[in-house]
């Protein structure tokens, strides 16, 4: 997934997850980024509840 972002503190990580949550309908609280806090290159886990 690709967002247009400025690298400043955290930003690219909160459009990540911001994408992801209206992906996945889910909560902040459902996705943990698990590798890559300042790297180009991230992992994220998101939990899917029924």
Do not use: P, W
Not at 10 to 19: F, H, K, P, R
Request: aromatic residues 8%; hydrophobic residues 30%.
């Amino acid at each position: 997934m690709e967002v247009a972002s400025t690298a400043k503190h955290g930003q690219t990580n909160q459009e990540m997850i911001n994408a992801l949550k209206k992906r996945y309908r889910v909560y902040d609280s459902d996705i943990e980024l698990i590798e890559g806090y300042a790297s180009q290159c991230k992992r994220f886990r998101v939990t899917l509840r029924e």
